[in-house]
């Protein structure tokens, strides 16, 4: 069936209401109507130069980094452990088979790497169009295409990239917040996560802290639709790696 084109245009308002942080999506409708068509309208028929910028974000942050770094060392990281192609992965998947201090630099340096392809894109083009590396690093066409693997990485690294390619008005709080959630939340979850790797402390920290901000700091819509784009993609993959993890674990008992 085929869907009309003001049927999209009303689901993509009802979208942007639902998430807007004025709770009373109504009147901020009323009140600011020429506003928030003319924002919708913006998101619903991107530019060419935010499209081309998106594009340019998600084919830099589907570059896997870490996973490189692990061929030029002869590791095969979509077989080992979690299967994860980040920096995570590539440090146990190393220090089985090289010294401390190799392990520790191939860490190191697909790591930074990993960092620098989220910070760049969004320091130059701003959180909504630097989200989309993120994206690119849960869901990578490259190592879809070759290694077959979904998700291509949780986005750990990415999201540290992101966070501090903001502008300090936003990266300062968000950073604040989320080390408060961190030291706040590893005591109560740390049952949950002990049998998870190290990056889901932060990652859950971050995550949780974006939540905190949009409601506190009301920020300008770029950046809570970054912040829902990088939340989904790292959210979703890593369901989707824990659900892939509970496969391969039946299969072993």
């Not at 989320?178 to 932060?202: C, N, Q």
């Not at 901000?213 to 639709?225: A, K, M, R, T």
């Amino acid at each position: 069936m085929k869907v009309s084109p003001f049927l999209k245009f009303g689901l993509v308002v009802l979208i942007v209401s639902f998430f807007s942080p004025d709770n009373r999506a109504s009147l901020y409708l009323l009140k600011n109507c020429k506003c928030f068509i003319g924002t919708i309208l913006k998101l619903y028929f991107l530019d060419l130069f935010m499209l081309t910028e998106a594009l340019i974000s998600y084919i830099l942050g589907s570059i896997n980094f870490s996973w490189i770094v692990g061929k030029i060392l002869k590791l095969n990281m979509e077989e080992y452990g979690d299967e994860n192609l980040g920096a995570t992965n590539l440090y146990y998947a190393a220090r089985e088979k090289y010294t401390k201090n190799i392990t520790t630099f191939s860490f190191l340096l697909g790591g930074l790497l990993d960092i620098l392809k989220a910070f760049i894109p969004t320091y130059l083009f701003g959180p909504f169009v630097g989200s989309f590396a993120v994206l690119g690093h849960c869901f990578s066409i490259f190592s879809i295409a070759i290694t077959k693997k979904v998700p291509s990485g949780v986005g750990a690294a990415s999201l540290i990239g992101w966070l501090l390619g903001n502008s300090l008005e936003v990266m300062i709080p968000l950073a604040g917040l989320a080390i408060l959630t961190f030291l706040i939340g590893l005591p109560i979850f740390y049952d949950t996560f002990k049998y998870e790797r190290a990056h889901s402390y932060y990652t859950f920290a971050i995550l949780s802290a974006a939540l905190v901000y949009v409601s506190l700091f009301n920020p300008q819509q770029q950046v809570i639709y970054g912040i829902l784009i990088a939340a989904i993609s790292s959210s979703f993959a890593r369901v989707l790696r824990l659900r892939g993890m509970i496969k391969k674990w039946l299969k072993q008992s």
